[in-house]
């Protein structure tokens, strides 16, 4: 029998943990650089380029629960969540690519290509992070163990505002290579994802054998679940909360390279630095938290955590 207090390795913790870089590289740059390739680079207008922003963001609420119900019941050999990671690697490096590609086309064919594109990338970032974080509960039932995975896909996680700090930089260099400078933009971003995509190899090796908890099957999902999980006051506050943070930090990464170009009129070095303290910062921070949530509680935490944010835009 399996012995739920057994300590994880740390090579395993280490390679599980890479996740969070993997499944948020390419969120990261989107959120940070998404609505300025689309209007300074592609040409869209700013309208619409929100516009597919919400869209992604609304279509990622729709599939979670349902990448997380076909994660439950997949009958493999191999367990039900490693086959998905690894299945969706190179899916998802290429449409993470194909969303910073701008191929010149005409204003509609190109909403049309792009539209379909973050559609796309949303559902494979969905099924690669979601089966990556289901994946931690099924390497042991130790809480302990578990916080402690988690916490290492955090900080990897983390890690990918410090990964794209120097994005301008690179465009501008890669961007020498071709007649059409915004091909910068892909190798960037194929630099970014080829990372990405040897983090995902080394998960899925490390992992394995871990899946110790495959047996327990996962019940049938359906609409009715769901109507009934949000029944629940708590979840549905929760659940606000959560989307406002998402939709409020997304806005404000969208506008800083407008902010920094235009009204401050930084070089792209200097936006590379700027975006590099950053993210050092909101590691610091994140950090910061966990030890406010275990001194104080996670709702004091969270206050201070907002509080600070609000303090800062200001």
Request: with cysteine; aromatic share 16%.
């Amino acid at each position: 029998s399996t012995n739920h207090n057994e300590k994880l390795p740390f090579k395993v913790k280490l390679g599980y943990g890479l996740s969070g870089y993997s499944s948020f590289i390419a969120w990261t740059a989107f959120s940070y650089y998404g609505l300025y390739f689309f209007t300074d680079v592609v040409g869209l207008s700013a309208a619409f380029a929100g516009a597919m922003i919400s869209l992604g963001t609304l279509w990622d609420a729709i599939t979670d629960p349902l990448v997380g119900a076909i994660s439950d019941n997949l009958n493999c050999k191999y367990g039900r969540r490693r086959p998905l990671i690894i299945g969706v690697a190179l899916p998802f490096v290429l449409i993470s690519i194909l969303m910073f590609t701008n191929w010149g086309f005409s204003e509609s064919a190109a909403k049309v290509y792009f539209v379909s594109i973050i559609l796309l990338y949303y559902t494979a970032q969905t099924v690669l992070d979601i089966s990556s974080s289901a994946l931690g509960s099924e390497m042991t039932l130790d809480y302990d163990e578990r916080s402690s995975l988690a916490t290492y896909k955090n900080y990897f996680g983390l890690l990918a505002t410090v990964a794209i700090s120097p994005t301008l930089v690179l465009v501008d260099y890669f961007g020498k290579w071709f007649e059409n400078p915004d091909y910068g933009w892909s190798c960037t971003i194929a630099v970014y994802m080829l990372i990405a995509l040897v983090f995902i190899i080394i998960l899925w090796r490390t992992t394995r054998g871990y899946e110790r908890h495959r047996e327990e099957a996962g019940s049938k999902f359906s609409i009715a679940d769901l109507k009934e999980i949000f029944k629940n006051k708590a979840t549905r506050i929760v659940a606000l909360i959560f989307a406002i943070g998402i939709f409020s930090n997304t806005i404000n990464y969208s506008i800083q390279v407008y902010y920094f170009t235009n009204y401050v009129q930084l070089t792209g070095a200097q936006i590379a630095t700027v975006t590099l303290i950053f993210g050092i910062t909101s590691i610091i921070g994140a950090w910061t938290v966990d030890v406010l949530m275990k001194k104080f509680g996670k709702m004091l935490a969270w206050v201070i955590g907002i509080g600070s944010e609000g303090l800062v835009l200001v």
